[in-house]
């Protein structure tokens, strides 16, 4: 049974910075794409970043582009979201995701929320202005 499990989350000023964690387990995940999406109060769900596991090829929303960092830790089975020069827009609960399916199309597949099966039950990032 595939678990993503989130950390990191927290209150933050405007500026600061904060790294989210996600643990994965129940499979091999070398195969497959990884992406952080997060949900705002009122708003659907939008995509941030994804990497694809084997290689470390990332995408990025244009929002957080140059600001947030996607990366994974092999050995941990880890996936990881640097969060720089956050702003109060980026407030929001932030789950991390992973497709059924292998990985076989290109990483911008991979920015369409309905493209992911598996969720973790997400972490509150708050930044205050």
Known sequence: ???LVESGGGLVQAGGSLRLSCAASGRTFSNHAMGWFRQAPGKEREFVAAIRWISGSTIY????????TISRDNAKNTVYLQ???????????YYCATADLPYYRGLIYYTGSTKYDYWGQGTQVTVSS
Do not use: I, N
Not at 61 to 68: H, I, P, Y
Not at 83 to 93: F, G
């Open 1 to 3: 049974q595939v678990q």
């Open 61 to 68: 929303a244009d929002s957080v582009k140059g600001r947030f």
């Open 83 to 93: 969060m720089d020069s956050l702003k109060p827009e980026d407030t929001a609960v």
